[in-house]
Every structure is written in structure tokens, then in C-alpha cells.
């Protein structure tokens, strides 16, 4: 069983950081592209970020360029998110992901999502 455990989120004031961590289980971690998506409310699903299987960068979403840095540890099967100089747009509930691709849209597995709330 796939399993995608996001974890990190909490409540912050705008311009501070934080880092979100996903754990992963139930399928190869290390050949697949890792990424995370968020929601916000009343909003569509957004891609944030998506890295390839050895770490380089496939993509990230303009809003949150420069601010926003993913890794991932393959020995761990562990994905990151540091989330640095946050807004209030970038509440949301982020989710990790795996089998992210190129267009953005898509993905083959998605976890719970962890809550990340910004204040003014």
C-alpha cells in the first residue's frame, strides 16, 4: 500500500518559515519523481514543486520562486519542503506526492495533507 505521510504544517506569521517533511512507503521511492501540491481554500489544486529521482529540479511554480526549496533523501525515503519568507496566499493544505510530471496537472499518488496557515 502506498503510503504519503506529510507532516510539518502549523500556524506562522508572514515572513517566517517552515519545513514540511513527507514519509514514504509501498512503492520504489527512488525512481519516481516526488512533488508537492497545494490547496487553498476555495481554490484549485496547485503543483508547487517536483523534483526527478535524483533530486534535480523538474519544476516549481512561480509564486513561490525563490521562497520555496524541495529535496528529497532516497536512503530515507523522505521528501522536504522548506518553506521560507511564507505569505498569507500560501495558506493551504500542501500534499505530497509521487509520479509527478512535467505538465504539472498530474501525478500517480497523492498522501494526507499536512495545514500550513499564515497570518498577516
Known amino acids: 500500500e502506498v503510503q504519503l505521510q506529510a507532516s510539518g504544517g502549523g500556524l506562522v506569521q508572514a515572513g517566517e518559515s517552515l519545513r514540511l517533511s513527507c514519509a514514504a512507503s509501498?512503492?520504489?521511492?527512488?525512481?519516481?519523481?516526488m512533488g508537492w501540491f497545494r490547496q487553498a481554500p476555495g481554490k484549485e489544486l496547485e503543483g508547487v514543486a517536483c523534483l526527478f529521482s535524483d533530486g534535480d529540479t523538474l519544476w516549481y511554480a512561480d509564486s513561490v520562486k525563490p521562497r520555496f526549496t524541495m529535496s528529497r533523501d532516497n536512503s530515507k525515503n523522505m521528501a522536504y519542503l522548506q518553506m521560507n519568507v511564507l505569505k498569507p496566499e500560501d495558506t493551504a493544505i500542501y500534499y505530497c506526492v509521487a509520479g509527478c510530471r512535467s505538465d504539472r496537472g498530474r501525478y500517480d499518488y497523492r498522501g494526507q495533507g499536512t495545514l500550513v496557515t499564515v497570518s498577516s
Open positions: 509501498g512503492f520504489t521511492f527512488d525512481v519516481y519523481t
